[in-house]
T-cell receptor
């Protein structure tokens, strides 16, 4: 069963704009991870944020985590056509011994 | 540094045939995962290994599916006999430790059962 639920399911923006997607989950977690998947390829890890962290940055990516609301957001700033991909959140639940539960993903299209 | 390598990239076979998917994890990674991705069910964990030992196979759909890891650099996922509903993309992933570590994915095997 899927733990995380991403919102929106799909997002279409123009180059240079920011893209924000959200992930909600149901149980207590050790960490939450974001992955990107380009068409026909495997998932690529973007950021891992631990349960005691509130915000993390990596290049043009910014991730926030609100454990009280059981939600996370991924912000991509100054988007590029190469950012076109599906983005997944994955939760490492407290009692799952490191097994990840993936959401259904947000499909992002960035047009030049 | 080579990533996770899966073969074949595509497999088309007829119902009832045996299918074997292969995976070479990243050297030094102690954990290996097999996932299945479909439009309907998303990404599902099938089984994972630690130091070549299967730890949790609760995601394996039925007895037709089996997985082995004979050594640290090779794993197989076998489906016998295959059915059309097994059509999906199968991913292998590996990481260094189970918790608080990212998983590294291969590019998957796209399996079509006719």
């Amino acid at each position: 069963s899927q733990q995380g639920e991403e919102d929106p399911q799909a997002l279409s923006i123009q180059e240079g704009e920011n893209a924000t997607m959200n992930c909600s989950y149901k149980t207590s977690i050790n960490n939450l991870q974001w992955y990107r998947q380009n068409s026909g390829r495997g998932l690529v890890h973007l950021i891992l944020i631990r349960s005691n962290e509130r915000e993390k940055h990596s290049g043009r990516l910014r991730v926030t985590l609100d454990t009280s609301k059981k939600s996370s957001s991924l912000l991509i700033t100054a988007s590029r056509a190469a950012d076109t991909a599906s983005y997944f959140c994955a939760t490492d639940e407290e009692d799952s011994w490191g097994k990840l539960q993936f959401g259904a993903g947000t499909q992002v299209v960035v047009t030049p | 540094d080579a990533g996770v390598i899966q073969s074949p990239r595509h497999e088309v076979t007829e119902m009832g045939q045996e299918v074997t998917l292969r995976c070479k994890p990243i050297s030094g990674h102690d954990y290996l995962f097999w996932y299945r991705q479909t439009m309907m069910r998303g990404l599902e964990l099938l089984i994972y290994f630690n130091n070549n030992v299967p730890i949790d196979d609760s995601g394996m759909p039925e007895d037709r599916f089996s997985a082995k890891m004979p050594n640290a650099s090779f794993s197989t996922l076998k489906i016998q006999p295959s059915e059309p509903r097994d059509s999906a993309v199968y991913f292998c992933a590996s990481n260094m430790a189970l918790s608080n570590q990212p998983q590294h994915f291969g590019d998957g095997t796209r399996l079509s059962i006719l």
